[in-house]
């Protein structure tokens, strides 16, 4: 745990003091920033109901229970459930998401998560280094963490673009088993992405249009400038997944050529022999002397003529292929 106060000067105390915390709460003119960073949930309970009188449920929402993105309105403070990721490895399985849940009310904002968020100790550290912001609120405070979000966002799509990219350059030249397993992986990657982005959207623009009045009119904008960026971010999925599907597209219709191509060349040698397949069988290869004296079959001059056609006859056949372009 630890604890940002700000007095109305903007004066700012790092503490883990919650007596202090407790004797600031009261005054509306501070400013409280708790954020419990990985701390037991039994006493992340006891601070949330016991000091700040959160109801048991939205208490239960945050250290219980796992949520798409959603907000709720309890009166006198609004409780969040947002999704946060980390952008330098793929989404592609939904477990790697980090939930972070935040209260917020007029004059304080507490945030827990169980997992480090690089979005709340940007937020922290510039806090500690230039003051909370000119409007000094709590929702000045979730704005910046949420566009913090926003931007990791940004740049796991950016990453996954890339990655697209050069599987389109390499999906022609080497189509292996590596590369169907990466088409898979960012596939699902952007689908989780979806599924984080559409709810996240959502709440950003509950926020913006003033469902609460909590949300002053001036600090709706800053809002509707992230919701705007995760509506740039989803349709940039949306692309993405479809030229992630052209990309497969690609991939089969490459492996089908290549195993065509391969039946093709197969198919041509088994033609090529079955011309010799049918003398050797009809000779027996047998131009010894036979039961039967039948010198014409058994002498120099048919062998000499067997074993030109047996050669002749499949170049012949490989050149007539040639100039049918099968080959």
């Not at 007596?19 to 701390?39: A, G, H, P, T, Y």
């Not at 309970?45 to 939205?58: A, D, V, Y």
């Amino acid at each position: 745990m630890r604890i940002l106060l700000a007095n109305k000067d903007n004066a700012i105390t790092e503490t883990s003091d919650l007596e202090m915390m407790k004797s600031m709460l009261n005054n509306q003119e501070n400013l409280i920033w708790v954020d419990l960073d990985r701390d037991p949930a039994n006493e992340s309970r006891k601070i949330l109901t016991e000091i700040f009188g959160f109801h048991p449920l939205s208490v239960d929402d945050a250290l219980v229970e796992v949520h798409v993105p959603k907000i709720d309105d309890w009166g006198n403070y609004l409780y969040l459930a947002l999704i946060a990721i980390d952008p330098e490895q793929r989404l592609d399985d939904f477990e790697k998401t980090i939930e972070l849940d935040i209260f917020i009310g007029n004059n304080y904002i507490v945030t827990y998560h169980q997992e480090e968020l690089r979005s709340t100790d940007l937020v922290w550290d510039n806090s500690l280094r230039n003051g909370f912001s000119q409007q000094h609120s709590s929702r000045s405070i979730l704005y910046q963490i949420i566009d913090e979000l926003a931007n990791e966002y940004m740049k796991m799509i950016d990453n996954l673009d890339m990655d697209v990219e050069e599987i389109e350059n390499t999906v022609i030249e080497k189509p292996d088993k590596n590369l169907l397993e990466k088409i898979f992986s960012i596939k699902r990657s952007l689908l989780n992405m979806r599924r984080i982005i559409a709810p996240q959207r959502e709440v950003l623009n509950r926020l913006a249009r003033g469902d609460y009045g909590i949300i002053t009119q001036q600090e709706r904008m800053y809002f509707r400038d992230v919701y705007d960026h995760l509506v740039r971010v989803h349709e940039i999925i949306e692309s993405l997944r479809d030229m992630v599907g052209g990309v497969l597209d690609t991939y089969l219709s490459v492996v089908n050529n290549q195993l065509s191509s391969i039946m093709k060349t197969l198919t041509i040698i088994t033609t090529l022999f079955m011309p010799l397949s049918f003398l050797t069988g009809f000779f027996g290869m047998n131009f010894f002397a036979a039961s039967n004296q039948l010198d014409q079959w058994t002498g120099a001059v048919s062998f000499t003529a067997v074993l030109a056609v047996m050669i002749g006859l499949p170049l012949g056949m490989y050149l007539w292929m040639r100039r049918r372009d099968w080959m």
